[in-house]
């Protein structure tokens, strides 16, 4: 059995070491795809809650999405001191959509310890660009 279910957030990023405007802060409407697939229902019939998906949402939604690195000290500074920590989403890798697919499945895998299923995330940083994982 699969379900699938989709939301977006909004979301500024940068990205550290590359040449050209994706190196400055901007931001996008992104749209995440989850595709779950498993075979064992559980006791009121659902194979996983799609409430799942807010609390993910909420951890990027209207966040500055940004590597731990020398490079955004300046960034993560301003922003803290401006906005709050929680305005924040700090990843040890580049928030690239392929990136970001890659946290949300290992977060997806994380919640679902106990259940034997599979996932699929698509992520787009815009309306015809996307990076999809599956494990």
Excluded at 87 to 103: Q, R
């Amino acid at each position: 059995m699969k379900i699938k279910t989709e939301f977006s957030f909004d979301a500024a990023h940068r990205l550290v070491g590359y040449e050209g405007k994706r190196s400055n802060l901007h931001g996008h409407t992104w749209k995440v795809e989850i595709e779950v697939e498993g075979e064992k229902l559980d006791d009121i019939g659902m194979l996983w809650d799609f409430t799942n998906v807010k609390k993910i949402k909420e951890h990027y939604d209207h966040k500055t999405i940004l590597k731990i690195c020398k490079e955004n000290q300046d960034f993560v500074y301003y922003i803290t001191k401006t906005c709050g920590s929680d305005s924040l989403c700090l990843m040890h890798d580049n928030p690239t959509p392929e990136n970001i697919a890659k946290y949300i499945l290992d977060t997806l895998k994380i919640m679902n310890k106990k259940n034997n299923l599979s996932f699929k995330v698509k992520v787009w940083e815009s309306p015809k660009s996307y990076a999809e994982v599956e494990r």
